[in-house]
């Protein structure tokens, strides 16, 4: 499980087939999970400056490979005990986006991000969403789209500050939505009580 906060940016030294190799200063054990832009990977070999991962094909499949280069986000998987900050990541990635357009507002920026219609019951106003790894919120929702403000530091310090129109991104929505739509969807067959309802809200 991650946070979604970014806790370096590391370099890509070269991607190939299924494997990343990264120099960052982190320095991960053999077999931890790390999220690098996003994305819930395991360390299969340490280096001297750095580590590699390993993708699969299904991985392969679901994000923006184009970005996996230059830099990258990584943030290691919590440890038990660690400090709460953002909110809960599982480093699944759900679908791309794309970026559609950034506003300078003076001090943040108005991001409105293109997704499959598919995805925005997923995407709840004021609920928190992942992008490339980063635990935002979600500002408003549109008919296919959704809008972030990000402030000064965040583009500054992570991708955000290098993304332009037509930018895909890697999203994760919520776990509790994901969820709560599983369980609806599956309990579309029957009609729901008043029972079933207090039970689902229980969950949560």
């Not at 499980?1 to 120099?23: C, D, H, P, W, Y």
């Not at 400056?49 to 390993?54: A, L, P, R, T």
């Not at 993304?163 to 709560?180: L, Q």
Request: charge should be negative.
């Amino acid at each position: 499980m991650f946070t979604g906060l970014i806790r370096e940016m590391a370099q890509v030294k070269s991607f190939g087939g299924n494997r990343l190799s990264l120099k960052a200063a982190h320095k991960p054990k053999l077999g931890d999970s790390i999220a690098i832009n996003g994305t819930c990977l395991s360390v299969v070999s340490i280096e001297s400056d750095g580590f590699s991962v390993e993708l699969s094909p299904e991985t392969l499949k679901h994000i923006a490979t184009e970005k996996l280069s230059g830099s990258v986000h990584i943030e290691p998987a919590m440890m038990m005990g660690d400090r709460f900050e953002g909110h809960i990541v599982q480093g699944h990635i759900d679908t791309i986006g794309t970026i559609r357009s950034i506003t300078d507002n003076g001090n943040s920026y108005d991001v409105i991000v293109d997704v499959d219609s598919e995805f925005i019951p997923l995407i709840p106003p004021k609920g928190s969403i992942t992008i490339d790894g980063i635990s935002l919120t979600v500002n408003e929702v549109m008919g296919g789209a959704f809008r972030l403000t990000i402030i000064p530091i965040t583009m500054r310090e992570t991708l955000f500050g290098t993304y332009k129109k037509g930018t895909r991104v890697n999203i994760e929505t919520d776990v509790f939505a994901r969820y709560m739509r599983h369980i609806l969807t599956s309990s579309a067959k029957k009609d729901l009580s008043w029972n079933d309802i207090d039970h689902i809200s229980a969950l949560y």
